[in-house]
């Protein structure tokens, strides 16, 4: 084999490994499963430092809040990215409706993309839109986090979903 510095013997480039150490194709299929774990490790922190890039996101988390709906009577945002979930406590004495779009003349009572969060609970809405409006009665108060990744079923903020403290 030739090497840097002219020709060395394949007995050299392996006699500093154990005796049953693989060789030939086996440490090549070894290496090769090696290399690949290790790309897949890049392309998964690539992923996530692309993520915090673009689109200005720190553990998947887009937004994290407290408001008061305005006169109005829902409060709407939109990011430029889908969102994955948002997470909401309703704080007020009144339903509230989350919606996976921007709002309309008035709040949905059912369909595709609508969620009512009960008064006094916390609720984890997975969603598919960068638009999200949530509805409620005005001067009546919500946190939420809002996430790049659909959440599981369980709310994170504290409350028991569908009842009260």
């Known amino acids: 084999m030739l090497g840097i510095f002219g020709v060395r013997s394949e007995d050299r480039e392996t006699s500093d490994l154990p005796r049953d150490a693989p060789r030939g194709k086996a440490a090549e299929r070894i290496l090769a499963a ?17 993520e915090k890039i673009a689109h200005g996101a720190i553990n998947h988390v887009l937004e994290v809040g407290t408001r008061t709906l ?17 997470e909401v406590r309703n704080l007020g004495q009144g339903e509230m409706t989350v919606v996976s779009s921007s ?28 638009d999200v409006t949530i509805w409620g009665t005005a001067g009546e108060r919500f946190s939420y986090q809002v996430y790049t990744r ?4 369980a709310p994170t903020l504290g409350a028991v979903d569908g009842g009260g403290a």
Request: charged letters at 15%; one cysteine or more; glycine letters at 16%.
């Open 150 to 153: 659909g959440g599981g079923s």
């Open 34 to 50: 090696e290399i690949l774990q290790e790309l897949r490790g890049h392309t998964r922190v690539l992923t996530e430092y692309s």
């Open 70 to 86: 305005p006169d109005d009577g829902y409060y709407s945002r939109t990011w430029r990215v889908s969102t994955g979930s948002i």
């Open 103 to 130: 709002p309309g003349s008035s709040a949905p009572v059912d369909g595709v993309g609508v969620y009512i969060v009960p008064a006094g609970s916390c609720a984890l809405v997975n969603l598919a839109s960068p």
